[in-house]
Every structure is written in structure tokens, then in C-alpha cells.
């Protein structure tokens, strides 16, 4: 009797689950791939690049943009001829360090894929994780997010990233780069200490520091070895930093600190690491001409943020992009916390350009200069001829957050349904109680 009990509790436990798993799944609708020419016609093209073309058609054929240029100029008979006249068109936006679809939910264990233990992983791969069912994608692909950098967050070296397309049946049908970057978290040579008598936050020498450093260096120089050699037994973590000395990957670098900048990217140079690049916030100011003499682009925070510090002005973050840009310096936005949020990622460029930038230059945060990044910006970044038809269709302004309205949105010239869980539930609520729109 007692063992029939168990095992009902087991069978009614495992029946519940997969009920909501069933109803909190959002099965991604797939679309197909460019049968036809398509021309999209009438609009205002922002190019990525700074450009602002007025009344201008797009053109794409088999996933490939063709045409660029005045309509009247174009034999249209080979094309399906799509009027988005007063509507603006601009290339996909690109999300950077993102750990969208290998994590669902942060409380529940078996919903992440963020979870291995190491410290030092660069051979993690992402791209094998990613989950295209995730129902982060539609809210993503509604405010034009069409790309995803996927990376874990842990550890020293992180993982190597990948870039996913924000479509496909699967990470085979999704990945559009399947090494991009490999993260780097360097180590904190300070650790707050707080005083619970006094109430007090201090900050004193972190022991670990040279430790992890000495690590770092052993690995790395390990890693050096490991590429001259011609008879070498296998070794996956040595074997992911091949890349980084050939060029194929670059390495973000992810610092708090002036001193851990400097160091974090003189190790790297130090090494012959080809392409490096930043992850910090408001203390690449204090080394800003350094940055700019190395050539090392920046990915910036949100533009959502206050302050953390007394002394620094309210609008620190809000400007911080202008900043940084008008030195001369290669600048990317970022998202940091919920991932539900990430979805803003837009209008923190939108944020930036009402600080300093001009409506263009913001563009390039979350498109251009983010593909220099990841290595992509041959192919994706940019409306260009030759280049990926990866662009949407936006009502009104796709950096402010009240006028940003997708009409139409392509991935590799594949029509996209921009309909998510949100959508279709108020078609059917619509339907039910006989409303209009």
C-alpha cells in the first residue's frame, strides 16, 4: 500500500510538470527561406554606417542584398514589390554577452545551461545549448533584435561565445557564428570587506589576485606552447586559445577598475591576442586615451542606470557612449540583469543619442560596431550590397521606445513572423469578445 501511494505521488508529480511545461513552451515558429526577389520600397534606409537615405528601395535576392538606390532606376518585373512608403528601414540589431537561450529561469536549476563549475572553461561552447524555443526570441525579434552573442557569465575564462540567429528549429538551424569570442573576466585585485560593527564597506587587497593572475598566465602561455607544437596530444582548453593568437576570435575582455584594464589588456597584448576588446563602465574615462592609442573598442553597460558612486554626475551612464566615441573609441551597448529587459536594448542607444549622440551614431552601439566586434561586420551590420539581407521595417523611430513599431522583419532574406505568446493571445481575446484593434 505504501509503495502504491509513492508511486502515485511520483506519476501525479511527473503528469503536473509536463502540463506546464506544455503551457509555458513557446514553439518557434520558423520561417522559410527566400523563395522570390523581394524590393522594399519608399522608405527611409538607415544604413548603420551613418547613412540616411530618403525614399530609397532595398532590394534582396536568396538571402542577399542586391539593390540600393532610387526605384525608378530598377527593372521591378523580377521583384515582389513591398510599399513601405513613411516607414524606415534599418539592419538587424545585435545583442552582445547575452545568456539568452541557455537560461530560462535563474531559479530553476534544470531551465539553465550556465551552471558548469571552473573557472577557467574557454572550450565551453554555448552554441550546443542554445534553446531557439526560448520565449525570450519573440520579444527580442518584436523591437528588432535579430542577433544574440550567447556566453555564460561564470568564471575567470567564461566560455567561447557564439552568434545565434534569432530563428531556426534548433542551434543548427540558429547559429550564424559558431566561435566568435572568447570572455575573459579578469580578476579583482581589491575586495570589499564590510564592518559589521561600524556598518562600514572596505576596500583592502584581494589575496586571491595573484593567484588567478599566475593561472592565467600558465594557461596562457601553456596555450602558446601548444600551438607550435606539431605532435600534441588533445587538449580542449589549450586548443579553444588557438584562435585568439590566429585572429579567428576575439577576446573580451571584462574589468571594474582602471588598474585591471590596463593590466587586463597589456596581458593580452603580451601574448599576441589579435583582437581585443572591453567590457566596463564608467572607469574606461580614467583611461580613455590609453584605449583609444591601443584601439580597443568598448562595450558599455545600459544606459539605464544611475550612478553608483557620490561622485559621479547623474547622467554618467547616459552620456558615457558620447563620451567614449567622440575620442575616437569603437563603441557597443550592452545589457546587464533581467534578461526579460534585454528587449530595451534599442532604446538605451536611444538614451545615448538624447546625451550626445546623433541619432546615427547610436545606431552604431547595436549594430555596426558590435559586428566589428564579433568579427561579423562583412556580413551582417550594416544594409550594404552583398551583405546579408538581415533588416526590419519599423513604423517610426526603432530607438524610441513610443514610436518603434515592426511592421515586417527578415533574417537572411526569411520573412519572419514577429508574433510571440503576447500577440497571440490578444488575437484570441480579440476574437473571444468581439473587439476590434
Avoid at 547613412?51 to 542586391?66: D, H, P, S
Avoid at 531557439?132 to 523591437?143: A, D, E, Q, V, W
Wanted: proline fraction near 4%.
Amino acid at each position: 500500500m505504501k509503495t502504491y501511494k509513492i508511486f502515485t505521488i511520483l506519476i501525479s508529480i511527473m503528469s503536473l510538470s509536463f502540463s506546464n511545461n506544455l503551457l509555458g513552451q513557446w514553439m518557434p515558429n520558423v520561417s522559410k527561406p527566400q523563395k522570390e526577389a523581394i524590393l522594399l520600397s519608399g522608405g527611409t534606409i538607415h544604413t548603420g554606417d551613418g547613412l540616411v537615405l530618403e525614399n530609397t528601395a532595398v532590394g534582396f535576392n536568396q538571402g542577399k542584398i542586391t539593390y540600393i538606390g532610387k526605384e525608378e532606376n530598377l527593372d521591378k518585373e523580377s521583384y515582389n514589390v513591398i510599399d513601405i512608403s513613411g516607414q524606415h528601414v534599418y539592419p538587424g540589431f545585435i545583442l552582445l554577452n547575452s545568456t539568452i537561450g541557455i537560461q530560462e529561469i535563474s531559479a530553476v536549476p534544470h531551465s539553465n545551461d550556465v551552471l558548469e563549475e571552473g573557472d577557467f572553461n574557454p572550450n565551453l561552447k554555448t552554441v550546443y545549448a542554445f534553446d531557439t524555443g526560448s520565449t525570450y526570441i519573440p520579444t527580442l525579434r518584436f523591437n528588432g533584435i535579430l542577433y544574440v552573442e550567447s556566453i555564460r557569465s561564470s568564471g575567470v575564462i567564461s566560455g567561447t561565445s557564439s552568434v545565434m540567429e534569432m530563428d531556426g528549429w534548433n542551434w543548427q538551424d540558429a547559429v550564424f557564428k559558431k566561435e566568435a569570442a572568447v570572455h575573459l573576466h579578469w580578476p579583482s585585485s581589491l575586495k570589499a570587506i564590510v564592518d559589521k560593527k561600524t556598518n562600514t564597506r572596505q576596500m583592502l587587497p584581494n589575496s586571491a589576485y595573484k593567484i588567478q593572475r599566475q593561472k592565467l598566465e600558465n594557461l596562457f602561455s601553456a596555450s602558446k606552447t601548444y600551438l607550435a607544437s606539431k605532435d600534441k596530444r588533445v587538449n580542449l582548453k589549450l586548443e579553444a586559445l588557438e584562435g585568439l593568437y590566429l585572429g579567428e576570435k576575439a577576446l573580451v575582455i571584462h574589468a571594474n577598475e582602471p588598474k585591471e584594464i590596463i593590466e587586463g589588456i597589456m596581458f593580452a597584448q603580451k601574448f599576441g591576442v589579435k583582437n581585443i576588446a572591453l567590457e566596463a563602465s564608467e572607469a574606461t574615462l580614467k583611461v580613455k586615451q590609453f584605449l583609444k592609442k591601443n584601439e580597443i573598442p568598448v562595450i558599455l553597460p545600459p544606459t539605464y542606470n544611475l550612478p553608483r558612486s557620490s561622485d559621479l554626475d547623474y547622467d554618467t551612464y547616459y552620456k558615457l557612449p558620447s563620451l567614449l566615441m567622440k575620442e575616437g573609441i569603437v563603441v557597443a551597448l550592452n545589457h546587464a540583469g533581467s534578461l526579460s529587459n534585454a528587449m530595451n536594448l534599442p532604446f538605451y542607444a536611444g538614451t545615448a543619442a538624447a546625451f550626445g549622440l546623433t541619432k546615427e551614431e547610436a545606431l552604431k552601439t547595436i549594430t555596426l560596431n558590435p559586428a566589428k566586434i564579433l568579427g561579423i561586420d562583412d556580413k551582417i551590420g550594416t544594409i550594404s550590397i552583398g551583405k546579408e539581407a538581415s533588416l526590419f521595417v519599423s513604423n517610426g523611430d526603432a530607438l524610441d521606445i513610443q514610436s518603434n513599431s515592426l511592421s515586417i522583419a527578415f533574417i537572411r532574406g526569411k520573412q519572419l513572423n514577429l508574433d510571440g505568446s503576447h500577440q497571440e493571445n490578444f488575437k484570441v481575446y480579440l476574437e473571444k469578445y468581439n473587439q476590434k484593434k
